[in-house]
């Protein structure tokens, strides 16, 4: 069965630092690869998504993400945080070619000072 | 133009009672799908399931829970005989059918079990 580790359960940053978020996953082949962000009181919604192409994703916000499929990872990065940013964030893959049902990491809850 | 609409946002039950969670999906969605976020733990997929028809239910515990979603009306989880371990966030996502795209997710149901 697949499954999404993501290995940084709380992250404290000061503003204006650079964010990198881990996410490796177990499946071997064709993956469909999300992040989402649930902001304090909100719910889950979309950052960016890998389908295929370019393995260097665009998101919202000023994310981007990259896909390195030798190391079956989607790492989630920003270059500089600010305390909007604060919230959960979730991996998530979908096995690609039959299945409609994402596996998700286990989140990390990221807290960004001013 | 409303989302995915889950209530209550809160339910307390004592154990052994039930808990009936709703959801109705966006607007031309067909398909939902289930997931429980317990403390420390990420989004675990319960059940997938389109108009009338429950198409993956591997997630679901296999006494006490089930789920459906009549032709008419919100999609309905209910959990009898509710215990302590059932207390978590059940999070309710829609999609218009089967689709690699993203989901959309409601603000979640926080259940708590007395």
């Known amino acids: 069965a697949q499954s999404v580790s993501q290995h940084n359960h709380h992250v404290i940053l000061s503003e204006a630092a650079s964010l990198e978020l881990g996410c490796n996953y177990s499946?071997?082949?064709?993956?469909?690869l999300f992040w989402y962000v649930q902001y304090p009181g909100q719910h889950l919604q979309l950052l960016l998504k890998?389908?295929?192409?370019?393995?260097l994703v665009k998101g919202i916000k000023g994310f981007e993400a990259e896909f390195i499929k030798s190391k079956f990872s989607f790492n989630l990065r920003k270059p500089s945080v600010q305390w909007s940013d604060t919230a959960e964030y979730f991996c998530a893959v979908k096995e690609g070619g039959g299945s409609y049902i994402p596996t998700f990491g286990r989140g990390t809850s990221l807290i960004v000072h001013p | 133009n409303a989302g995915v609409m889950q209530n209550p946002r809160h339910l307390v039950r004592r154990r052994g009672q039930e808990a009936r969670l709703r959801c109705s999906p966006m607007k031309g969605h067909s398909h939902v799908y289930w997931y429980r976020q317990l403390p420390e733990e990420g989004l675990k997929f319960m059940v997938y399931l389109q108009k009338e028809n429950i198409i993956d239910e591997s997630g679901m515990p296999k006494e006490r829970f089930s789920a459906e979603f009549p032709k008419e009306g919100p999609s309905i989880l209910r959990i009898q005989q509710v215990v302590r371990g059932d207390s978590a966030a059940y999070f309710c996502?829609?999609?218009?059918?089967?689709?690699?795209?993203?989901?959309?997710f409601g603000s979640g149901t926080q259940l708590s079990v007395l």
């Open positions: 499946y071997g082949g064709t993956v469909n």
């Open positions: 996502a829609s999609s218009p059918g089967r689709t690699n795209e993203k989901l959309f």
């Open positions: 890998y389908f295929s192409g370019d393995p």
